[in-house]
């Protein structure tokens, strides 16, 4: 018997006072929400407050658990929550080339990575959660 090998990953959909939201500009997906994979021994929860902040510079406060998003075949499962913003700058790191805060509209119309809008559109909106979709 083979011990599976599953990515879980945590991800933030974050606001401000101003609506808007939080996007990073990553090397290789181009705009995106800020996130990454959970270390052994962490909580979901933390590790969607630590990515942020270490991809953004951003401190943040997590409003709730809004639902999972499952990449079947890569054996990736992408865990998501909606947070808002309690302090930090926002701030470039090796796994950001730009980050700031975009109005909701032109912030889904800058993320154009395969289901990574559908992703925020299911957080923002409270009749979809909470959600499970496989792919």
Known sequence: ???????????TIVTNDKNE???????RRGWEMPGGQVEEGESLKDAAIRETKEESGMDIEIIKFCGVFQNVPGSICNTLFLAKAVGGEPTTSPESLEVGFFPIEKALKMVTWKNFRQRIEYCLDDETQPFYVEF
């Open 21 to 27: 939201i939080l996007l990073i500009k990553g090397p």
């Open 1 to 11: 018997m083979t011990t599976p090998k599953h990515i879980v990953s945590a991800a």
